[in-house]
């Protein structure tokens, strides 16, 4: 799993400052939107990365978020939307994994980027005024 979680780190350091959390979680920042990457193990020999992103948070709670999110926007090939209503309002979240044995450092930052570009758009339509 290290070995995967480095390769990731190399693949986004390229982009972006990481820093590396005490249980190894890889964490940065692209557009506004707050990404953790994170490294398990699903099965003896199934190891995943799984990729966090923190879209937008305290949205107008009084903003349709579920039905903009739910109808595409930001759309993007990769990752998971989810829309949570909090106390401040709503909070949105892109989340993406994916068994990650065998990616070269380039293939490793194509996809990572790849959803967070992905979050970047959802945010950038669910903030503008």
Known sequence: MKEMLDIARTALERYHDVTV????????????????V??????????V?????VVAWDLPADDDVP????MGVGEGLFG?????RGEQG?????RYAFPAIGLEEKAMGTLLMLVVASASSMRAEL???
């Open 80 to 84: 998971t939307p989810r829309v949570i």
């Open 21 to 36: 959390d005490d249980d190894g979680t890889l964490t940065f920042a692209h557009g506004g939107v707050v990404c953790a």
């Open 38 to 47: 994170q490294g398990t193990e699903l099965d003896e020999g199934l190891p």
């Open 49 to 53: 990365l799984n990729l966090t992103c």
């Open 67 to 70: 039905t903009r999110v739910a």
């Open 90 to 94: 709503w909070d949105v979240t892109l």
């Open 127 to 129: 903030t503008e005024a």
